[in-house]
Each structure stands twice: as C-alpha cells, then as structure tokens.
C-alpha cells in the first residue's frame, strides 16, 4: 500500500461552532490504483484529498505515503514530499496566461527531479499540436489537459485530481477524463479524483463513497470502463 491512513479526523473550529469535515476515516491504496471520491457537498473529499497531498494535516490520526509520515511532517517535508511525488489538477487550471502551452508545461519541469519530457506530456493528453498556442486560445478542456501534462511533467508518483471536469461540458470533461486514465495506464500514476459525478465512478478500480466526513461506501469495479463509455 502506498497511502495508508487510520483514524483520520479533522475538525475546523470557528468560534463556538465547531465543523466535522472527516471524521475516523481508514483508508488503504495501493500502488498505481485509480480511486474515485464520490460523495455531496461537504461531505470531506477535499479536506481528505488535500490531507493525502499534504497540504493539509488532520487535527488527530495517521497518514503515510511510503514511508513519509504526513501528519508529523514539518512544513520544508511536505513541500519536498508535494514537489517530488505529487501532481495536482483543481477545477480551475491556473495556467500562466503569458506563456505558451509548451512553457506552462516546461516549467513545472524544470524544478523537477525526475523531469517528464514536456512534449511526452503534452502527446499523452493529446495536444502536441498546440505547443504555441496561448492559454486564452484554448478551450477549457483543452485548458485543463494541459494542467494534467503539467502535472505529470515532474513525473509525480500519485496525481490527485479535485473535480477535474467540474467546469467542463460533457464531451470536454470526458476528453480530460481519458487524458488522466491514460497517466494512470500508462505510467503507473497512482491516481485519485474527487468528483460528485456518480457516472465517474466506472473508470475506477475503486470507489470510495464520502458522506458526513465518513466513509460511507466502497465498491471494486471488476473491471473499468474507459471515458468514452461513460453516459451521465
Ligand atoms: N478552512 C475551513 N474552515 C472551516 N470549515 C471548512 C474549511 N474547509 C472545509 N470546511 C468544512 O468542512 C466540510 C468538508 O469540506 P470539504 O471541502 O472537504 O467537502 P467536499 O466534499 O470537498 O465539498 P465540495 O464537493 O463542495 O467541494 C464542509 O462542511 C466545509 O464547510
């Protein structure tokens, strides 16, 4: 396994009020498997996705990747652990207005210890023939498949998706989709994607069901299905 989590709680105090966001969550993944966070608003797949990519620690319990302890980590730990082994695509894709799909992408690489050729990276989500172009040129969907070479370019170990097709119209979220399945396939990335599209859920390996900061449900899919098969 290499996530491996007991007991993970986190609670946001806010004056009196005091906010359950996960609540005794246990969670095993292992290596290269595609996982699915599906569950309402506020039901915690962030708190739990952002705990996992260390960007946020849980107020009680334990979460390893591989032998980096995530909750005791201090903060020059988790930005080495987040720099060398985790890649992110959020709903929004934060590219850098200014500069061209290639440079976006060129970028990331050049901080990375084990650089993936930005051109692969851009092959493997199907765009090499916007290398020039600019952010503002491209569809949406072409926006965020470039966020994900972008976040493979330093060939992360785990890519950790928060609702990636979120702004995304049907056809274009599926092209996304097919562009993280394809990471995932082909070089091994340990993947997981928060989404509230129960639809989603057939590409995984597995699915993981949130509800009131639990974890309510799991299902194995025996076997997955591609994007393209997916109807919602
Ligand atoms: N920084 C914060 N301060 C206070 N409460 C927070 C904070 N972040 C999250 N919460 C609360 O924790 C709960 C879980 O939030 P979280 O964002 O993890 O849910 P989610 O399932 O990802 O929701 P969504 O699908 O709407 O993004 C919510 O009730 C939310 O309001």
């Given at each position: 396994m290499v996530f491996h989590a007991r007991g993970l709680s986190k609670t946001y105090v806010m004056g009196e009020v005091e906010v359950h966001?996960?609540?005794d969550i246990d969670l095993d993944i292992r290596e290269g498997e595609f996982v699915v966070l599906l569950g309402p608003s506020g039901s915690g797949k962030s708190t739990l996705l952002n705990i996992l990519g260390g960007l946020d620690a849980p107020t009680s319990g334990e979460a390893r990747w591989r032998d980096h302890?995530?909750?005791?980590?201090?903060e020059a730990e988790l930005t080495r652990y987040r720099r060398e082994h985790v890649g992110f695509v959020f709903q929004f894709y934060n590219l850098i207005p200014s500069l061209t799909v290639l440079e976006n992408v060129e970028l990331v690489q050049e901080i990375a210890e084990k650089p993936f050729d930005p051109r692969a990276a851009l092959a493997l989500v199907g765009?090499?023939?916007?290398?020039?172009?600019?952010?503002?040129?491209?569809s949406g969907g072409e926006q965020q498949r470039v966020a994900v070479a972008r976040a493979i370019a330093k060939s992360p170990d785990v890519l950790l998706c928060d609702e990636?097709?979120?702004?995304?119209d049907y056809d274009t979220g599926k092209l996304v989709l097919a562009a993280i399945a394809r990471v995932n396939e082909q070089l091994g990335t340990t993947t997981v994607i928060i989404t509230h599209n129960a639809a989603i859920a057939g590409m995984a390996d597995r699915v993981l069901k949130l509800g009131g900061g639990r974890i309510v449900g799991e299902e194995r899919n025996e076997c997955r299905l591609s994007p393209e098969e997916l109807r919602w």
């Open positions: 966001a996960l609540r302890d995530l909750v005791n980590a201090g765009l090499t023939e916007r290398l020039d172009h600019f952010p503002s040129q491209l990636p097709t979120g702004a995304l």
